[in-house]
């Protein structure tokens, strides 16, 4: 297969973590565009009600899914290492656990959107005016769940291998669907928020298809059978062991980021309405690092499973370096360039800001996160990954909740500090405890 990489060779080991690192990368900024382009067009097209109508629920969205994305890190994390020992049996038993385990979560997370939507954004202060938009915005988002979590443990299947690139040509097919989408029934049929969100349902499921077909005519040991897919309970507890914290931290994260979100929504709609444009710019940033991450998790397993430590060693260096320069200097760019940036999504004043001030104050601090994504990736590489979840839910979210609950802030940038604070205790305790893991693994 073409589009695997060999991660168990030294040379060119910037060059392949590069190579493996750029589609996941380019995938996270199109996913992610896919709620980008929703703001955009209900921006322009219907107003700042309706852009914060999509904009609060990203938080919620994240806090819904979070769990089980983190569980398809550990499919990447236990395939990667069966391949590093050469174990072709284990490979498609966690191939056709992590498959059921796909349509059985998306099925969960269908149920749990339709029926959470409502009270969840009650309990975050959303106001009056919108927060019927944003309810139903959220239940039609839900309908996409299926193929959300079909599309992210397929791709982390593919990962294990080096294959970044063809999940994401299904990615930007179904970007190009959304975009056309988009425009035909808002500017066309005039269905404002519910038809982003039918436009958002329509491109995941055409991703999720895309990618199931890759691993049907794949002839390597990651062939997907849908006549064979069960849960292997051997595979299922070790990807669980690795997955289920990493997925309890994104979800615990996402958590403190709904209180965070209560706390823009107390500014007031534009307040929302400018915190969720300048969000975008964050996700994009974020995705440097999470490429990176994704980068030392699939290397590291494979190299710690074959046995190569210095190989481990080097990858951990390698994307700590290449993560923290590349999201400074996209962080640079968008907060120098933050009004036309900010001009991308919406238009009023008193919006544009608001989205500045959380530009100023969070996204040009935002490469300090690389610290612990990247170091925690590598301990849940080693088989380490309840430590680095705990230490993100004291050091970051637990802090969160309480600068919240400080509140209510006269100041909108006071709010906002918690961010560089949390990510500078938590980056500082998730290296020590690598560095600990390493030494004890004989890595360090």
Not at 74 to 81: D, F, L, P, R
Not at 278 to 294: D, H, T
Request: glycine share 10%; proline share 3%.
């Amino acid at each position: 297969m073409k589009e695997r990489i060999n991660m168990l060779e030294r040379d060119g080991m910037t060059r392949k973590l590069v190579m493996f690192a750029l589609p996941i990368m380019a995938s996270g900024i199109v996913q992610q565009s896919f709620n980008a382009i929703d703001v955009a067009v209900v921006g322009r097209f219907v107003g700042s009600s309706a852009v914060a109508a999509v904009g609060t629920n990203g938080p919620v969205i994240s806090l819904i899914i979070n769990l089980f994305i983190g569980i398809a890190i550990g499919s990447n994390v236990i395939i990667a290492n069966y391949i590093g020992q050469r174990d072709d049996r284990g490979v498609q038993r966690a191939v056709q656990t992590s498959a059921m385990l796909a349509v059985l979560s998306g099925i969960l997370l269908l149920t749990i959107g339709l029926f959470v939507a409502g009270p969840v954004l009650g309990a975050l202060s959303t106001p009056d005016d919108i927060i019927d938009d944003a309810t139903n915005y959220l239940r039609i988002f839900a309908l996409g769940f299926p193929a959300m979590m079909v599309y992210n443990f397929v791709s982390a299947i593919l990962r294990s291998v080096g294959d970044t690139r063809r999940p994401f040509y299904w990615l930007c097919a179904g970007g190009a669907l959304n975009i056309g989408l988009n425009l035909i029934f808002v500017i066309f049929l005039g269905m404002g928020v519910e038809g982003v969100a039918i436009a958002t349902v329509a491109a995941n499921y055409l991703s999720a298809t895309g990618v199931t077909f890759i691993l049907i005519y794949e002839k390597s040991p990651l062939h997907l059978d849908l006549r064979n897919i069960r849960l292997h309970y051997p595979e299922l507890r070790k990807i669980l062991r690795i997955g289920l914290p990493a997925g309890l931290q994104g979800m615990v994260f996402a958590l403190s980021n709904t209180f965070i979100q209560s706390g823009v929504n107390s500014f007031g709609r534009e307040a929302m309405a400018g915190s969720a444009a300048a969000i975008n710019f964050e996700l994009y940033c974020y995705f440097v690092i999470s490429s990176f991450a994704q980068a030392a998790t699939a290397f590291i397993s494979q190299n710690f499973g074959a046995g190569f430590r210095g190989n481990v060693r080097s990858v951990f260096r390698r994307c700590m370096g290449l993560s923290i320069i590349c999201c400074l200097l996209l962080n640079v760019f968008f907060c120098i360039f933050r009004v036309e940036s900010l001009l991308l999504f919406i238009n009023g004043h008193e919006a544009i800001e608001f989205g500045a001030i959380r530009m100023q104050y969070v996204l040009l601090f935002q490469f300090i996160a690389c610290s612990y994504e990247i170091a925690g990736a590598s301990m849940r590489a080693l088989g380490y990954s309840m430590t680095p979840t705990i230490i993100v839910i004291l050091g970051t979210c637990l802090l969160r909740v309480l600068w919240v609950s400080a509140g209510p802030y006269a100041v909108f940038r006071d709010l906002l500090l918690v961010y560089p604070l949390s990510w500078v205790i938590t980056g500082s305790a998730v290296l020590i405890a690598y560095f600990i893991v390493a030494r004890k693994l004989k890595i360090a």
